[in-house]
């Protein structure tokens, strides 16, 4: 895993972390995987709520994209989240925000999710 942190200096430091899941093709397709993902989250995320879901789509790769809120720890967040599945390996891009500084950064998530390249 990879984590980009703001450079927020009090509270809650909104970050992009990039997760690869090996292998998780070789027992699951994308969209089960999405709804297994949805379930988690739902689980361990305390007041969760599903904002979006969608397909998602670069020069690069096809997957899916979630945004959601909730509180973890004692914060309130709001997540948005990218995964799609390459040679069996589920690579995850997730943006996690306090919402109020949610609008500030999200452009740079997606920037950095709209030009991920595997070689």
Do not use: C
């Not at 089960?32 to 995320?45: M, N, Q």
């Not at 959601?68 to 690579?91: H, K, P």
């Amino acid at each position: 895993m990879v984590t980009f942190f703001s450079p927020d200096d009090e509270g809650f430091r909104s970050n992009v972390n990039i997760l690869v899941d090996g292998g998780i093709g070789e027992h699951f397709t994308l969209d089960e995987y999405a709804d297994l993902a949805i379930e988690e989250l739902s689980s361990f995320i305390e007041n969760f709520e599903q904002i979006d879901f969608d397909e998602f789509e670069t020069d690069n790769w096809k997957g899916y994209y979630i945004i959601y809120t909730g509180t973890y720890s004692e914060y309130e967040l709001a997540w948005a989240q990218v995964f799609f599945m390459e040679n069996d390996n589920v690579y995850i891009i997730t943006f996690a925000s306090t919402i109020d500084k949610y609008e500030v950064y999200i452009s740079d998530a997606e920037f950095i999710a709209e030009n991920l390249v595997l070689e």
